[in-house]
């Protein structure tokens, strides 16, 4: 049972557009990590969301925290090629020992 | 160095070698861990150190066996792989176990033939 489900799974688009990707569970965080990860890298840490309904803004990008904390979006604006990468979320285990990540959605951004 | 450094970056092995995948942090963390990602699936969680101890291992099948020597350094030990372990490896490590910021390496990209 996968704890961190990522929509869409794949997303392409031109420069310039706008575009939403969502991280959904059935369990509640007390916290949710968005991460970045570039081909032939590891994955980087984008921003952390912690109060429900906390909505969090990185230049282009916009993290929601939703209400009962069990959800998060990520919405970009104005997309440029540099943002071409998959988009992990994740939170930390039931166990409290490690991050659990969804699958992450694939974005491709072309000029 | 700075940051999380594996080596090596890539690997082919038999199934009947052994080889080990090193990853050294340079960031003074006290948690570290390995990850494995395969194409469609999310990172999986397969073991998880704090300060040279195993806390977690997460169903991994004896063919990996982990190694902390050090809170610094952390090595995968491989032998008699299956096709279907080939994966990006990767490494991370935090301040203490649990955190919520994971500082990641580059990743061994591993293929088993």
């Known amino acids: 049972t996968q704890l961190l489900e990522q929509s869409p799974q794949f997303l392409s688009i031109q420069e310039g557009e706008n575009l939403t990707v969502y991280c959904n569970s059935s369990?509640?965080?007390?916290?949710l990590q968005w991460y970045r990860q570039e081909p032939g890298e590891g994955p980087v840490l984008l921003v952390t969301?912690?109060?429900?309904?906390e909505v969090k803004k990185l230049k282009r990008l916009t993290f929601q925290f939703g209400d009962a904390r069990k959800d998060s979006s990520l919405h970009i604006t104005a997309a440029q090629p540099g943002d071409t990468g998959l988009y992990l979320c994740?939170?930390?285990?039931?166990?409290?020992?490690?991050?659990?990540f969804g699958k992450g959605t694939s974005l491709l951004v072309t000029p | 160095e700075t940051g999380v450094t594996q080596t090596p970056r890539h690997l082919v092995m038999g199934m009947t070698n052994k080889k080990s995948l090193k990853c050294e942090q340079h960031?003074?963390?006290?948690?570290m861990y390995w990850y494995k990602q395969s194409a469609k699936k999310p990172l999986e969680l397969m073991f998880v150190?704090?300060?040279?101890?195993?806390?977690e291992n997460n169903s991994v099948p004896s063919r990996f066996s982990p190694e902390c020597p050090n809170s610094s350094h952390l090595f995968l030990h491989l032998h008699t792989l299956q096709p279907e372990d080939s994966a990006l490896y990767l490494c991370?490590?935090?301040?203490?176990?649990?955190?919520?910021?994971?500082?990641f390496g580059q990743g061994t990209r591993l293929t088993v033939v």
């Open positions: 991370a490590s935090s301040q203490v176990v649990g955190d919520t910021e994971a500082f």
């Open positions: 369990s509640v965080f007390s916290s």
């Open positions: 150190y704090s300060l040279e101890e195993r806390v």
């Open positions: 960031l003074g963390h006290n948690a």
């Open positions: 969301v912690v109060t429900g309904g």
């Open positions: 994740a939170g930390v285990t039931n166990s409290g020992y490690a991050l659990n």
